[in-house]
């Protein structure tokens, strides 16, 4: 501990673009400890432990490649149908988690947040952590697929794109963390809106290009695709397949939009959040 | 810097009464609007206060208004007040929780708050894992926590079940090791609700004693909420009264603790009728608890009214303790009677409570010809607490269980 003695002053407003990352740095073991906790707590317990991370993105998967690869007959670019659901499910699952956790933060945590204070960030930043290890072990999932398609001489090839997935990873989780933040200081007062997150979230789904190619939507419904392509995670779910399996439509410009809004979005999260963070525990 | 560890100024807080979410979004509309405008909030009103026995007509209230008070580093501070005086929202204040309405707090140096033990502990981790989880969530670095590992594993007394997941332990165990890391944190401000009202007599022994040492030893100030005068007395050199939102006494805890004791045997209630009955019927009742313990009184003032005259009558007043059962039944003599002539009438009851042990009370009314013919009655019609102890250095807890009454005794050698 530092023996300094730190001067402080409560008040009754923030200042709503203060981050306090200094406070947030000095918890940063705290971080770390609750992202040990969100994996251990996991699987305790269960027989079947970590393999949970995988069941759900392989039945998906298969379910996906029957219901609309097979019985739909939605266009998967050329690739393998499972792989081509599987990159869109591991993204879009990692975005979603984001979200929907995020958003129920002040909800969930109700009874710490009344009890005791850390920067109110720390929550939902580990939650976004969290998730990233849980995507990790998704994404090695994945890995197994494309070694094994590509074993099997399917025609597929990773993209220079491939470069961009950190960039790529980092935006789902900004934009995850943004909408979720704007969404749970909303929701300390207004309940309705967590009603509307859980299938709100499903209905984004249908309109990000997780079970069909924007090349496919483009050509069906070209008056319309420009809905799918406001979209900032239709790009983010493009560039993710097409740096590692050579389809998708790519290009700068939808990036840049993409990461325009993301930051837009993050910035009215963050002022909202910090807005909210001092009185909810009155309201909640 | 001088030696001033917290300055509260001029603080408020107010809360809103009712069910928040039910027409909030045209209020805060009106709230914006209104301070877009530059003009005051027209929801907040100030100078309500916190009197929870009686109706307002405003569903704003304040549950702190304009304190000030300094406290200086190494002071041990009891907050004393009744329930509802403020003592909590101004822990949750200090502690960072919630927000003050108007006013500020500055102080220096790191603030540890207690206001419930075990914040945090999830059930499926073992006591090592919370103990390091629980102890960031309350600030601390890990490292400090491995080196305070031993001591803490020690003072809880669990060293036996460190690996075992938190679901398994008892109630007794959780509690201790959830105290012992918050007591091992390393503040220069501690903050201490009431969570000393856990585990058996022989821990909180402990934990008073470890209080002790934080504010004597250690010269750290601490602040210490408690409706135990004991403690308060034996831990605390200063002491803060509120009352109802308001700032009732600082001084000494000696004096701060003879000034809440003497202030606080009033509790009034009142019931007004709204029933709109012909026959004969209590119009309304009001009772008040004056005096010391252990020979205090009840006076319950009463109206009572009928349409049309009726056969006179007499009233009977019971009252219930915490149970629910009935502790004993005022029955004023029969003459004078209570008269119907068509008109409100008053009527004044004092009855004795001699030796009532601390706890809520309940009061029923009655009011009839005789037992077979009964005009009105009303259960549970007003409520009044008993706060001090009928005696003063008894040890031994009160408890309904053992009776409502103290007996007046004495030992004949």
Known sequence: MNKTQENWEIVPANNLFDLKLGEVWAYRDLLVLLVRRDFVSFYKQTILGPLWFFIQPLFTTIIFTFIFGNLAGISTDKLPKPLFYMAGITAWNYFADCLTKTSSVFKDNAPIFGKVYFPR?????????????????????????????????AH???????????????LMALLGLGLGMIISAMTTKYRDLSFLISFGV????????????????????PKYAWLIKINPMTTLIETFRYGFLGKGTFSWDALSYTTISTFVILLLGIVVFNKVEKNFVDTV | MSNIAIKVENLSKAYQLGQIGTGTVSRDLERWFARIRGKEDPFLKIGETNEQHTRSTSDIVWSLSAINFEIEQGDAVGIIGRNG?????????????????????????????????GTGFHPELSGRENIFLNGAILGMRKKEIKRKLDEIVDFAGIARYLDTPVKRYSSGMYVRLAFAVAAHLESEILIVDEVLAVGDAEFQKKCLGKMGEVSK???????????????????????????????GFVGDATSAVRHYQSSGSNTVDTWLDTRKLSRPHFSSLKCTVSGNQPAMTLTIDFKTNSETAYPNAFVVFGIKGSLGNTIMEAIPKLDP??????????????????????GPYAIYAWLGVSEAENYDWIDDVLHFEIFDAPMADRTFPYSPRTGYLIADCTLIT
């Not at chain 1, 849980?134 to 994945?142: A, K, S």
């Not at chain 2, 960072?96 to 500055?106: E, H, R, V």
């Open chain 2, 217 to 247: 030893g250690e010269g750290r100030t601490v602040l210490f909420v408690s409706h135990n005068m004991d403690a308060v007395l034996n831990l605390c050199n200063n002491g803060i009264v509120l009352e109802q939102g308001k700032l």
């Open chain 1, 156 to 170: 597929f090839e990773p993209s220079w794109a491939i470069l961009l997935f950190p960039l790529v990873v980092v």
């Open chain 2, 337 to 358: 009677f209570i008269k119907f002539n068509g008109q409100e009438m008053s009527y004044k009851c004092e009855i004795k409570l001699n030796g009532f042990i601390p």
């Open chain 1, 202 to 221: 499903q209905l984004l789904m249908y309109a990000t290009t997780v079970i069909y190619p924007l090349s496919a939507a483009v050509e069906k419904y």
């Open chain 1, 121 to 153: 960030l720390i929550m939902p930043l580990s939650i976004v952590v969290s998730n990233l290890v849980r995507f990790g072990v998704q994404l090695v999932l994945f890995f197994i697929f494309m070694a094994y398609y590509a074993t099997n001489g």
């Open chain 2, 85 to 117: 005086a403020g003592k909590s929202t101004l822990l949750k204040i200090l502690s960072k929780i919630t927000a003050p309405t108007t006013g500020k707090i500055s102080g220096h140096g790191r603030i540890a708050s207690l206001l419930e033990v």
